[in-house]
Structures are given as structure tokens and as C-alpha cells.
Nanobody, 122 residues
Framework: QVQLVESGGGLVQAGGSLRLSCAAS????????MAWFRQAPGKEREFVGG????????YYADSVKGRFTISRDNAKNTVSLQMNSLKPEDTAVYYC???????????????WGQGTQVTVSL
């Protein structure tokens, strides 16, 4: 079992930055691949990026590539999402998720956090 709790969301102006964190409980955290998803009102949950359990591989959606960076610290059971050059279209609830493999389909993940709101204003 892995429990995930996101933090760090908030309101930021376009062009600004935010750093989201996801704290995990459970001794098996380091065995899971981790991902960030987001969901805007009226839209489907979409893959933002993922990082392998070994920290050797990261993957990003084209919409955030070059602006967002995922990292993880297995010793501290945390995964982070650094978001730079934010745009209004990045506004969404952001979720971290744990699964056995990195996938763009949210159904492939076993554990989810409760989400944190990110709002980017003009």
C-alpha cells in the first residue's frame, strides 16, 4: 500500500513557477514508477510526466516538455514537479500517482493522491 499526499499548489501569474510535492507513505515507494496527471474542469485527466523507480528515466507530455521537470527522492519518499513558464492552460488539479510502469493512461496506476489545485492567471 502506498498513500500519496500532494502539496504546493496555488495561484500564480502566467510566466511564473510553482513546485508541487508528493509525499508517499509505505516502505515500497521506491519500487513504484511515479507520474503526475492533471485534470481541468470538463476535461479528461491527462498525463503530465513520469519518472521511473530507478530515477533513470523521465517522460513528459509534449505540452509541458522543456517547462516542467519531475524528480524524486526515494530516501525521503517524495516526488516533485517543478513547473516553470506557466501558462493559463496549465490550470488544473494536479495529481500524483504510483504504478508498476509509466503509462499515459490514468487507469494503469494503482495509487492516487487527493490532488492540488494550480491556477495560472493572465
Amino acid at each position: 500500500q502506498v498513500q500519496l499526499v500532494e502539496s504546493g499548489g496555488g495561484l500564480v501569474q502566467a510566466g511564473g513557477s510553482l513546485r508541487l510535492s508528493c509525499a508517499a507513505s509505505g516502505r515500497t515507494f521506491s519500487l513504484y514508477d511515479m507520474a503526475w496527471f492533471r485534470q481541468a474542469p470538463g476535461k479528461e485527466r491527462e498525463f503530465v510526466g513520469g519518472i521511473s523507480w530507478s530515477v533513470h528515466s523521465t517522460y513528459y507530455a509534449d505540452s509541458v516538455k522543456g517547462r516542467f521537470t519531475i524528480s524524486r527522492d526515494n530516501a525521503k519518499n517524495t516526488v516533485s514537479l517543478q513547473m516553470n513558464s506557466l501558462k493559463p492552460e496549465d490550470t488544473a488539479v494536479y495529481y500524483c500517482a504510483a504504478g508498476s510502469t509509466i503509462a499515459t493512461m490514468w487507469e494503469r496506476y494503482d495509487y492516487w493522491g487527493q490532488g492540488t489545485q494550480v491556477t495560472v492567471s493572465l
